[in-house]
Antibody, heavy 115, light 107 residues
Framework: QIQLVQSGPEVMKPGASVKVSCKAS????????ISWVRQAPGQGLEWMGW????????NYAQSFQGRITMTADTSTTTAYMELRSLTSDDTAVYYC????????WGQGTLVTVSS | DIQMTQSPSSLSASVGDRVTITCRAS??????LAWYQQKPGKVPKLLIY???ILQSGVPSRFSGSGSGTDFTLTISSLQPEDVATYYC?????????FGPGTKVEIK
């Protein structure tokens, strides 16, 4: 069965970086790109960006430009999202999801930014 | 960039009622419009893609329609398990964008 399994919760200090992983299984990894979406406590869904699993292409939301990097490792069928210069506003659940219409989602990774 | 709005922001309806949620794009968009359901504390779930195609396993009481700038999600007969927040999403281009969500409750 198709699964996206994300890394565990993180507690980070302001100014630090976090890297969340998303391990895909059950399908050919290079068929679809991976999107990342976050949800702050009590808030809606926010699209962060997309990474290709079959080329070096990626695309990020303007609000994250300059402090985000998304990568995909085809050898391990794992996508990564790194967010730098964290502030308390980055406290959220981070999701990876497959395809443009996000048909399969990871379970979410809670990132808490606190001093 | 395209912006998506939803109305209403919340609604309360009785079991068995027909419920309609509207999603409006800031400009005419292609058919790459999806709807998601997120139950409290759970991962969002794809309900409908390409405006009106029901994702596998989604009950037939859910349907989608629309074109241009105006789109709707309809629940033909609201059930207790439909309590959730519903989001529309435009995914044809980057940046992708979600609507702000509509919270559905049972009266």
């Amino acid at each position: 069965q198709i699964q996206l399994v994300q890394s565990g919760p993180e507690v980070m200090k302001p100014g630090a970086s976090v890297k969340v992983s998303c391990k895909a299984s059950g399908y050919v990894f290079t068929t679809y790109g991976i999107s990342w979406v976050r949800q702050a406590p009590g808030q809606g869904l926010e699209w962060m960006g997309w990474v290709s699993t079959y080329s070096d292409d990626s695309n990020y939301a303007q609000s994250f430009q300059g402090r985000i990097t998304m990568t995909a490792d085809t050898s391990t069928t794992t996508a990564y999202m790194e967010l730098r210069s964290l502030t308390s506003d980055d406290t959220a659940v981070y999701y990876c999801a497959r395809r443009g219409d996000l048909d399969y989602w990871g379970q979410g990774t809670l990132v808490t930014v606190s001093s | 960039d395209i912006q998506m709005t939803q109305s209403p922001s919340s609604l309360s309806a009785s079991v068995g009622d027909r419920v309609t949620i509207t999603c409006r794009a800031s400009q005419a968009i292609s058919n790459s419009l999806a709807w998601y359901q997120q139950k409290p504390g759970k991962v969002p779930k794809l309900l409908i893609y390409t405006i009106s195609i029901l994702q596998s396993g989604v009950p037939s009481r859910f349907s989608g329609s629309g074109s241009g700038t105006d789109f709707t999600l309809t629940i033909s007969s609201l059930q207790p398990e439909d309590v959730a927040t519903y989001y529309c999403q435009y995914y044809n281009t980057h940046p992708q964008v979600f609507g702000p969500g509509t919270k559905v409750e049972i009266k």
